[in-house]
């Protein structure tokens, strides 16, 4: 890995003239959801801002990226900061994290061109950028052509990461103007009931197994939510159960929905087709709750409990004091 450092004064970034370039926003080194995926669609080439870029960048292995500390710019400053820098680059790729889908729309209006939020595949050629865009909670692909330089969200979990090169590292300093965004009083941690899917870290899922009858569903998802906050958990369903509309297609997880990777996944009455568990990564620690001892969800869990999932989520709600 090599390291240059690029002096205020000097053109930090003239080898950024590249056609296409991944844009990500690193918070005290913690790369967000879709960092890797961004970086294969923009052909191996990564600019870092934020916090911790060094360590990022080091984490990433890209074969070429740019890092730059801007602890505590914010979106408005560093998109005037960058768009100078980034107006050769014809295709910038941010991955659509809560970061990614705050700073893209900015980056684009400084920069005078259109945004293409939402893609799941972005290429970019001498006329334009072709992009494949997800709509309808993923129902719809919709393939658009904009015969001219783009900014581009990708939805995490839309492709696969490259192997990493390991190449070289450039410092940059950028001069980020100041009073130009709305003050920021303070930065809060997300709320486990809300939070974006894909970045927790617990998750607790519901299945169809969960649900006794239609009427009752609405209420059973709501106790989940609340049992799952108090274990500092996030929610996620099955398609049966966003089919349904029971829960938002933002929470649910697979192949059509939301890619996770926590450390924690409790599944409760989930059957764990592929589908659903193509969305689930790598988590470090499985429970399944489920009557069907010999279900793929159960078979891949660390902890298999086979039993009612509902009579088990009143209980555990009970014992944790939250009320149903
Ligand atoms: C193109 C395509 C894309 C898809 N994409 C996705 C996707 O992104 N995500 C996704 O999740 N699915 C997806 N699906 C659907 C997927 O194939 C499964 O149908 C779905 O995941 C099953 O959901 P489920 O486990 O909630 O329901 P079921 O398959 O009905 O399983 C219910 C489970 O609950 C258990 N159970 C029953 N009663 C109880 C009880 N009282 N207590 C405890 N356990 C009980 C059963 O043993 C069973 O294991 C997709 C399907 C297709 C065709």
């Known amino acids: 890995m090599t390291v240059t450092t690029a002096h205020k004064g000097e053109h930090p970034v003239e080898a950024l003239q590249v056609s296409r370039l991944a844009l990500v926003i690193v918070r005290a080194g913690v790369l967000p959801a879709g960092a890797a995926e961004v970086v294969a669609e923009a052909g191996n080439r990564v600019l870092l801002v934020g916090s911790g ?45 809560p970061d990614g889908r705050d700073f893209a729309p900015r980056l ?30 993923g129902r719809l692909d919709v393939d658009v052509r904009c015969d001219e330089a783009c900014v581009v969200t990708l939805v995490p979990g839309a492709r696969n990461p490259l192997p990493p090169s390991n190449g070289e590292v450039f410092e940059v300093v950028l001069d980020v103007p100041h009073g130009v965004d709305a003050e920021r009083l303070a930065v809060l941690e997300p709320h486990p009931e809300t939070m974006d ?20 569903a609405v209420g059973t998802f709501a ?31 697979g192949t059509t929905g939301v890619s996770i990777s926590p450390d924690l996944y409790i599944a409760f009455g989930v059957a764990g087709a592929s ?16 009557t069907d001892p010999a279900c793929p969800m159960t078979a891949m869990a660390d902890l298999g409990l086979v039993t009612d999932a509902r009579a088990l989520l009143e209980e555990l709600a009970d014992r944790l004091g939250v009320q149903p």
Request: charged content about 20%; overall charge negative; hydrophobic content about 50%.
């Open 108 to 137: 684009a209006a400084a920069l005078g061109r259109p945004l293409l939020a939402w893609a799941t595949e972005a290429k970019v050629d001498d006329e334009g950028v072709s992009a494949t865009l997800s709509r309808l909670d």
């Open 223 to 253: 106790l989940l939510r609340a049992v799952a906050a108090r274990l500092g958990a996030t929610t996620g369903a099955t398609r049966v159960i966003t089919d349904a509309g029971w829960m938002h297609h933002d929470r649910q997880i």
């Open 197 to 216: 899917l894909a970045e927790a870290e617990r998750v607790v899922g519901g299945g169809a197994g969960l649900v006794r009858s239609d009427e009752d």
């Open 275 to 290: 589908q659903h568990t193509g969305g689930l990564g790598s988590p470090k620690h499985v429970v399944s709750v489920n």
């Open 53 to 97: 870029t060094a360590e990022a960048a080091a984490e990433l292995g890209a074969a070429r990226a740019w890092h730059a500390e801007t602890a505590g710019a914010a979106p408005a400053g560093l998109a005037a900061a960058l768009a100078p820098l980034l107006q050769d680059v014809r295709m910038i790729v941010l991955p659509a994290s």
